[in-house]
């Protein structure tokens, strides 16, 4: 299950990303809400989606 935390805190690489305004303002709340950062929140759930994604199978 996802659990907020500061493991993240210190994120240097700079990227842009792009995010519907439904998806955003959910962000914004969520982070909002736990007292975190909207770009930790975000690391936090990209790190989570990737340690979460089933292996892609190989093909022959």
């Given at each position: 299950m996802f659990?907020v935390d500061?493991?993240?805190?210190?994120?240097?690489?700079s990227?842009?990303?792009?995010f519907?305004?439904?998806?955003?303002?959910?962000?914004n709340?969520?982070a909002?809400?736990?007292g975190i950062s909207?770009?930790?929140?975000v690391l936090?759930?990209?790190?989570y989606?990737l340690e979460?994604?089933e292996?892609?199978?190989?093909?022959?």
């Amino acid at each position: 299950m996802f659990k907020v935390d500061n493991e993240l805190k210190n994120a240097t690489v700079s990227r842009t990303v792009r995010f519907t305004e439904p998806l955003f303002e959910k962000l914004n709340e969520v982070a909002a809400e736990n007292g975190i950062s909207f770009n930790l929140l975000v690391l936090q759930c990209c790190k989570y989606a990737l340690e979460d994604m089933e292996p892609k199978q190989k093909e022959d």
